[in-house]
């Protein structure tokens, strides 16, 4: 706590407001209080200005673009480290030893696969359902499946819920895709590694062998590490809230995956690239600038902006150059949709509009032709986008549970309906 105390100054009283110190960033007004001493509520749609919880996660500069993991800067850890290493920071705080990271990546390689019995839920999808709402479904319906890991008092059920979770959502993804193709499901392999085998589950078939590119596995572990965790988002968000009751972890990671599919979400590296597909030639570029800036075309450019970021998203920056190694690798650096999306991006960077309003490209801007590149089609990029925060959802998760201070999140509102009124019989109405 800081020195400072904030005042409230309401009909004729004052009231005194702790002030809390965090380690980095602005300090933060504590109004636990506030109802019980003043009678009164704080209004904040949309949490702009609320903190809802103490965490040690992730922290985000949204002025200076800047993303940390347990301090670590999100350019360190994409040049430097793996998914499945960031994944042991974000779950315990500390990059791993050697040892540790190789019993990690054991224990997590040791659950990918789900159990055989799961084959016969996927079943009764449509063939051509979304593949989010067949995660949601399936990751929901985990809870029935694995009994042993649900009870959340139980710090030893809680890690084994967060590694099978961990192992088993690209298996998940990599079937909800295959069962939409019509393909036989493909068994994870040991021997690759994490971004490798759901390249594998996705792409081989039981027909031929399936060689995993290096090029695209560090380029699917980069998209893995750089959407592994953000603060308190609306998705994670969401997670704690479902976990507040009591609920099983199994059940709040479906509900973060129904939240991260929304467009203004995770679901918006879909919504981009089908954009940008929509823009086709950079000449039709100033048309949809127009509709983005005008009001009531209910237009918004996907991949621009950002509640925190005010600066740029430094995802997006390595995603960028991430697009740009891909393409030139695959040998396609000519693909009209990164010309379109090069454009769009100078264009819209110097319009007034969206300079005024810092509205810069985001993580999804470009992580969409790079899973283009690779093969995937839209419907799996949020999916692809739900596999990496998995970690960042099952972290805060279990950070709110072992929170001696956590209460079931309950927000207030301002009520506008009618008052007290008297029912009116039917023939009267
Ligand atoms: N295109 C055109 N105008 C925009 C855009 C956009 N993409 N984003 C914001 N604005 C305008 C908006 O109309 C508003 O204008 P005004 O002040 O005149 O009313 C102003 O900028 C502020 O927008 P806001 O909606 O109040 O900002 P927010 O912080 O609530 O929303 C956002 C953030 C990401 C939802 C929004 O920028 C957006 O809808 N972007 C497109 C969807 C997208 O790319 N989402 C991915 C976010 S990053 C990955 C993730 O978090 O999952």
Known sequence: MSDKVAKLELDGKTYALPVLKPTIGPEVVDIRKLYTEADVFTFDPGFTSTASCESAITYIDGDKGELLYRGYPIEQLAEKSTHLEVCYLLLYGELPTASQLADFTQRVTRHTMVHEQMHYFFRGFRRDSHPMATMVGVVGAMSAFYHDSLDINDPWQREVAAIRMIAKLPTIAAMAYKYSLGQPFVYPKNALSYAGNFLHMCFAV?????????????????????????????????????????????????????????????????????????????????????????????????????????????????????????????????????????????????????????????????????????????????????ISRTVGWISQWKEMIADKNQKIGRPRQLYIGPQKRDYVDLRHR
Request: aromatic residues 8%; contains cysteine; negative net charge.
């Open 206 to 386: 039981p027909a031929e062998e399936y060689v995993v590119s290096p090029i695209l596995e560090k380029a699917m572990d980069r998209i893995m590490m750089l959407h592994a965790d953000h603060e308190q988002n609306a998705s994670t968000s969401t997670v704690r809230l479902a976990g507040s009751s009591g609920a099983n972890p199994f059940a709040c990671i479906a509900a973060g995956i129904a939240c991260l599919w929304g467009p203004a979400h995770g679901g918006a590296n879909q919504a981009c690239l089908e954009m940008l597909k929509e823009i086709g030639t950079v000449d039709r570029i100033p048309e949809y600038i127009a509709k983005a800036k005008d009001k009531n075309s209910g237009f918004r450019l996907m991949g621009f902006g950002h509640r925190v970021y005010k600066n740029f998203d430094p995802r997006a920056k390595v995603m960028k150059e991430s697009a740009d190694e891909v393409l030139g690798l695959l040998g396609i650096e000519d693909n009209p949709t990164l010309q379109v999306a090069k454009e769009l991006e100078r264009i819209a960077l110097e319009d007034d509009y969206f300079v005024s309003k810092k509205l810069y490209p985001n993580v999804d801007f470009y992580s969409g032709i790079i899973l283009e590149a690779m093969g995937f089609p839209t419907s799996m990029f949020t999916p692809i986008f739900a």
